[in-house]
């Protein structure tokens, strides 16, 4: 069987699996929302969670200009090295969440 790419998973697959992760740490979903809005200018509650996730990066209504602050690995791999565009906006979105995660506060987060 065919491994599905993370640009064609839909909202509805991943949201609940970064959310499992940050409650599994004490985090809450309005946290791990602001964290996602803060990056991608999305307003959580009106997000159609039908669309690919690749579509939710590619279509985000205003992408923070900080999010090339960061950086650290995911994977192995250091953010800020991602040369694919989408690839990187995802996987800024992981590193945020691991960081919320791990108990960083929202401030600190949030850069």
């Not at 940050?22 to 964290?35: A, F, I, P, S």
């Not at 590619?58 to 999010?67: K, L």
């Not at 602050?69 to 800024?92: F, H, N, T, Y």
Request: glycine residues 6%; neutral net charge.
């Amino acid at each position: 069987m065919a491994r599905q790419s993370v640009f064609d998973m839909k909202v509805s697959k991943v949201y609940p699996l970064l959310l499992q992760k940050v409650e599994r740490k004490g985090r809450t979903k309005e946290e791990l929302d602001e964290v996602i809005s803060w990056l991608t200018g999305y307003d959580m509650a009106s997000v159609d969670m039908e669309m690919t996730y690749g579509a939710f990066f590619e279509n985000a209504p205003a992408m923070n200009p900080r999010a090339s602050l960061i950086k650290g690995k995911i994977c192995g791999v250091a953010v800020e090295s991602i040369e694919d565009p989408l690839m990187q906006k995802i996987r800024w979105l992981d590193k945020l969440v691991d960081e919320l995660a791990k108990g960083k506060s929202v401030e600190k987060v949030l850069r």
